[in-house]
Nanobody, 125 residues
Framework: QLQLVESGGGLVQPGGSLRLSCAASGFTVRNYNIGWFRQAPGKEREGVSCISFSGGNTNYADSVKGRFTISRDNAKNTVYLQMNSLKPEDTAVYYC??????????????????WGPGTQVTVSS
């Protein structure tokens, strides 16, 4: 079964940090572009970040640039999202998915596959 499973969410104070994990089973993440997405209640889904299959290309939404970092551990078949300087507006359910045909489609017009169940991130004092 091909799937992605997110973990690492939780409750954190503004200015704090979290690291989300996206573990793949049934396929090898280094062969695919993997994106992180988020959706807050009442808001549209936002493409947060993406890492290309080569690992050489990453991109970020303007809202998280300079605060979030995407990375990949091929040995663990896992993609990570390090989130620093968290803000209340970062509160959302975070998902990971395969992005096709490239990370340029992170924000739309792409094919997104193998969605995980998501992990809740809440930033609040």
């Amino acid at each position: 079964q091909l799937q992605l499973v997110e973990s690492g969410g939780g409750l954190v104070q503004p200015g704090g940090s979290l690291r989300l994990s996206c573990a793949a089973s049934g396929f090898t993440v280094r062969n695919y572009n993997i994106g992180w997405f988020r959706q807050a209640p009442g808001k549209e889904r936002e493409g947060v970040s993406c890492i290309s299959f080569s690992g050489g290309n990453t991109n970020y939404a303007d809202s998280v640039k300079g605060r979030f970092t995407i990375s990949r551990d091929n040995a663990k078949n896992t993609v990570y999202l390090q989130m620093n300087s968290l803000k209340p507006e970062d509160t959302a359910v975070y998902y990971c998915a395969v992005v096709e045909p490239s990370c340029a489609q992170r924000s739309g017009s792409g094919l997104y596959r193998y969605w995980g169940p998501g992990t809740q991130v809440t930033v609040s004092s």
